[in-house]
C-alpha cells in the first residue's frame, strides 16, 4: 500500500521540539457490515482541543496504568497478547500489553459511552477510570477486538503516542449510552461513517490511513481475521515506513 500524501507530507516536517518517548495508546474502530458498504463510528473533536481541533476521530487515547489491573470478564486471547508484544518500545511484557487492549474499550466507554463487555463482578479493587462502567454491571470483554494496525506520531511533535488501531464488530456492544451519560464531553455528536467517505470530513492523516487499511483489510477473502500481519506506520528521518509485523 502506498503511502498517503498527507502522512508522507507531515514525517518531512522539521520541529524542533524535544524528542519525546511516545506513550502506548490505542483506539477502538467499531465496525458495522451489515449494509451494502461498511461503516465505522466516529466522534467530532471540540475545537477547543489542541490536539486535532474539529476533526473526526475514533475513540481512542493514552494507555492508563491502571489498565493494566483492571479486572476483565474473559482475559485476551494470549495470540493477541503475543501481537502486540511484537517490536514493543522498552521490556515487552504482558502486562503492558494486556493494557493497551483494555485502554481501547475504556476510552470507548469514556468518550462514546459505548460499553464493550459483559455481566460481572470484580475480583480487586476497581480503578477510578473503569468505576463507572462497573456501576453498569459489566467487565470489559477484550476477546472481540482484532488488532488491525499501529502507528508512532514522528519524532519532535508536541505529543507523541504508540497507537494500536483495534476494529470490533457491533455486534459486540453490549451497551450504548445516550450522549448525556457519557463520562466524557472529548467528542461530539457520534457518526456512522462510510469506509469510501474519505474526502467529507476533516480527519487526521492518521486516521485516513487507517480507515483504507481496514478497508482493505474488509475486502480481503477472510475479512478481519485475526492471522493477518498488521501494518506498522513510523517515520525515519524525513520519510513515513510501513512494515508488517
Known amino acids: 500500500m502506498t503511502i498517503a500524501p498527507g502522512l508522507a507530507k507531515e514525517a518531512k516536517k522539521r520541529l524542533s521540539g524535544p524528542n519525546m518517548k511516545p506513550a502506548d495508546s490505542a483506539s ?3 465496525v458495522d457490515t451489515r449494509g451494502k458498504e461498511p461503516h465505522v463510528l466516529m466522534g467530532r473533536r471540540s475545537d477547543a482541543h489542541v490536539f486535532y481541533p474539529g476533526a473526526y476521530v ?8 491502571d489498565d493494566a489491573s483492571m479486572s476483565a ?4 486471547d494470549p495470540e493477541l497478547i503475543n501481537r502486540l508484544k511484537v517490536r514493543m518500545r522498552g521490556r515487552p511484557s504482558q502486562r503492558r500489553a494486556r493494557a493497551i487492549a483494555l485502554a481501547g474499550i475504556r476510552e470507548a466507554f469514556e468518550e462514546a459511552g459505548i460499553l464493550i463487555g459483559k455481566p460481572g463482578k470484580p475480583n480487586k479493587p476497581v480503578p477510578k477510570d473503569w468505576q463507572g462502567f462497573v456501576d453498569h454491571g459489566l467487565l470489559p470483554d477484550p476477546t472481540p477486538l482484532i488488532y488491525f494496525m499501529r502507528a508512532t506520531t514522528p519524532p519532535r511533535r508536541p505529543r507523541r503516542f504508540d497507537n494500536r488501531f483495534f476494529a470490533v464488530d457491533v455486534s459486540a456492544i453490549t451497551l450504548d449510552l445516550p450522549r448525556e451519560q457519557r463520562p ?8 456512522w461513517v462510510p469506509l469510501t467517505d ?4 476533516h480527519l487526521p492523516n492518521i ?3 487507517a480507515m483504507e487499511e481496514l478497508h482493505a483489510r474488509l475486502a480481503s477473502p477472510d475479512g478481519l ?9 513510523y517515520a525515519v528521518g524525513s520519510r513515513f515506513h510501513r512494515e508488517l509485523l
Not at 470478564?73 to 485476551?76: F, H, L, M, S
Open 28 to 30: 477502538l474502530v467499531i
Open 58 to 65: 475514533f475513540p481512542g487515547g493514552r494507555v492508563d496504568p
Open 73 to 76: 470478564a474473559i482475559e485476551p
Open 184 to 191: 466524557t464531553d472529548e467528542l461530539g455528536d457520534m457518526v
Open 198 to 201: 474519505l474526502k467529507s470530513l
Open 207 to 209: 486516521t485516513q490511513v
Open 225 to 233: 481475521a485475526a492471522k493477518h500481519p498488521v501494518p506498522y506506520y
